[in-house]
């Protein structure tokens, strides 16, 4: 998970800075803090300094401390959840967490009290789902209740982040090559590579994501399209077992070169979310006729399925070109199936 940590809360220091706005919002915040020590904690540092920190507890049947209160048969409560930009995107990153944590407990909702001065962070759970459901406490102490319903679809692919609907839209499979995909997409990273190659950069931390390329079959991409990530081989190794389908995204656009004034319109879209340096990117930009894909990154395949699979067990046609093409319906469920995807997670209608 990057350089987040997971930490007890006793291994934290409390009289770090970061947790000063902690202890002037919430009165008694020490006490808790020495209380919940055992616990565990999601925590990032950058030169040293604590830079985020996010609790997550699991909670049942009905939170009475709510206004209204929260009725369901599992329900995850993000405790604590404070983080300090600096230039990434660890916020998303830490959504990712969340709802990573929410998958695996089955939660049906999930729910974040939060003060109103804090926009930013408001801001952030809103665009991936969580609606004003409430209120807790009362006078300077009151905090809006934001809460995700898990498997709500509102056709907005960040809200409902990480599910995917895959009724009534398009399948593909793009290639990215081995010296931009794990470092663009560290979940999905194959058990032979060096984890040290990932860095605390934007487009390692974002659930969004921006790739460039030349590929013509791209600009067929639509919002909503589901795309399977296709890890090409290796320099000198044979695509039959070493080139893997590895990941799931969906489409949020696809920009070409010519819906951009200039160079440094290009630059400014595509390097927040880009591996793509700006050498890199004033390459493609010269080389003429690139495009920009923005998607966001939804699931890594618990199982990856190498070309040979591809091709034997999922249908794939080995003549094919496999820079970019679409899937058919039963190609797709085949490779959730195989990939080992939860049904709930890319249900076939």
């Known amino acids: 998970m990057n350089n987040i940590i997971h930490k007890k809360i006793s291994e934290i220091d409390l009289e770090d800075p970061f947790f000063q706005s902690?202890?002037?919002?919430?009165?008694?915040?020490?006490?808790?803090?020495?209380?919940?020590?055992?616990?565990?904690?999601?925590?990032?540092?950058?030169?040293?300094k604590l830079r985020g920190l996010l609790y997550l507890k699991m909670e049942e049947h009905v939170v009475d401390d709510v206004t209204p209160k929260i009725r369901a048969d599992k329900i995850l409560k993000v405790g604590t959840f404070k983080i300090e930009a600096h230039g990434t995107k660890l916020g998303e990153q830490f959504i990712k967490v969340i709802m990573d944590r929410a998958l695996k407990e089955n939660a049906e909702v999930c729910y974040v009290t939060i003060y109103?001065?804090?926009?930013?962070?408001?801001?952030?759970?809103?665009?991936?789902?969580?609606?004003?459901?409430?209120?807790?406490?009362?006078?300077?102490?009151?905090?809006?209740?934001?809460?995700?319903?898990?498997?709500?679809?509102?056709?907005?692919?960040?809200?409902?982040?990480?599910?995917?609907?895959?009724?009534?839209?398009?399948?593909?499979?793009?290639?990215?090559?081995?010296?931009?995909?794990?470092?663009?997409?560290?979940?999905?990273?194959?058990?032979?590579?060096?984890?040290?190659?990932?860095?605390?950069?934007s487009y390692t931390n974002s659930i969004h994501k921006i790739y460039v390329c030349t590929m013509d079959q791209v600009e067929s991409l639509k919002y909503g399209d589901i795309i399977v990530l296709y890890r090409t081989a290796a320099q000198g190794r044979s695509a039959e077992y070493s080139a893997v389908a590895t990941s799931i995204c969906v489409v949020e656009e696809v920009k070409k070169?010519?819906?951009?004034?200039?160079?440094?319109?290009?630059?400014?879209?595509?390097?927040k979310y880009s591996v793509f340096d700006r050498e890199d990117l004033n390459y493609w930009?010269?080389?003429?006729?690139?495009?920009?894909?923005?998607?966001?990154?939804?699931?890594?395949?618990?199982?990856?399925?190498?070309?040979?699979?591809?091709?034997?067990?999922?249908?794939?046609?080995?003549?094919?070109?496999?820079g970019c093409f679409e899937l058919t319906d039963e190609q797709f469920f085949r490779i959730v199936k195989k990939g080992g995807v939860s049904q709930s997670l890319a249900e076939e209608n």
């Open 116 to 201: 109103e001065k804090h926009r930013p962070l408001i801001s952030l759970v809103q665009q991936f789902g969580f609606e004003l459901f409430g209120v807790k406490g009362q006078g300077v102490y009151k905090e809006n209740v934001y809460l995700k319903r898990m498997k709500k679809v509102t056709g907005d692919i960040n809200k409902d982040f990480p599910f995917i609907n895959p009724a009534g839209v398009k399948k593909y499979l793009l290639s990215i090559y081995p010296k931009y995909h794990s470092i663009m997409f560290p979940d999905s990273i194959l058990t032979t590579e060096n984890r040290k190659m990932i860095k605390d950069v």
């Open 285 to 322: 930009y010269r080389r003429g006729g690139c495009k920009a894909i923005k998607m966001t990154y939804n699931i890594a395949l618990r199982k990856r399925i190498v070309r040979h699979e591809l091709i034997e067990d999922i249908g794939l046609d080995r003549e094919q070109y496999w």
């Open 257 to 271: 070169q010519t819906e951009f004034q200039d160079f440094e319109d290009f630059y400014t879209y595509a390097s």
């Open 22 to 48: 902690l202890k002037e919002d919430y009165p008694g915040f020490d006490e808790w803090f020495q209380r919940k020590g055992d616990h565990d904690a999601f925590v990032q540092y950058e030169g040293g």
